[in-house]
């Protein structure tokens, strides 16, 4: 039995992918703001990734079934106006979680006013830094 993907790539090969699907361009921080510079990035990045590690049967396999033209609009978040709900959901939990453990983990019931100077002062300039 022949495998074109070795068993010590498959997890780099599936985060890649969920990088990819996850990506749209109302979600900073991926790639290119656009539907099309995502799809260009995400091609790249697995293209370059295959041609790296002399890995052409994987790449044939991922183009055909994955990355070319009709099948990527498929599967890829990137191609929808709207990001999806449950997408915003975990984003959002995952911004409060980490407002509770890097900056709230001492306090069980802040009140407003302390938790509005941690957002301002705290947090706020991390993200202007970003």
Request: contains cysteine.
């Amino acid at each position: 039995r022949r495998t074109f993907c070795p068993s010590e790539l498959r997890k780099h090969v599936i985060e890649m992918m969920e990088q990819h699907f996850c990506a749209h361009p109302l979600i900073p921080g991926y790639s290119h703001p656009s539907a099309a510079g995502i799809r260009q990035w995400a091609v790249r990045q697995m293209y370059t990734f295959c041609k790296d590690r002399d890995l052409c049967e994987l790449w044939a396999y991922l183009w055909e079934n994955w990355y070319r033209r009709g099948r990527f609009e498929l599967w890829a978040h990137s191609t929808g106006d709207k990001v999806p709900r449950l997408k915003t959901t975990m984003i959002m939990e995952s911004h409060w979680w980490h407002i509770k453990v890097d900056y709230l983990m001492h306090f069980s019931k802040p009140r407003v006013d302390l938790l509005i100077w941690i957002l301002v002062v705290k947090l706020a300039p991390t993200y202007y830094k970003r």
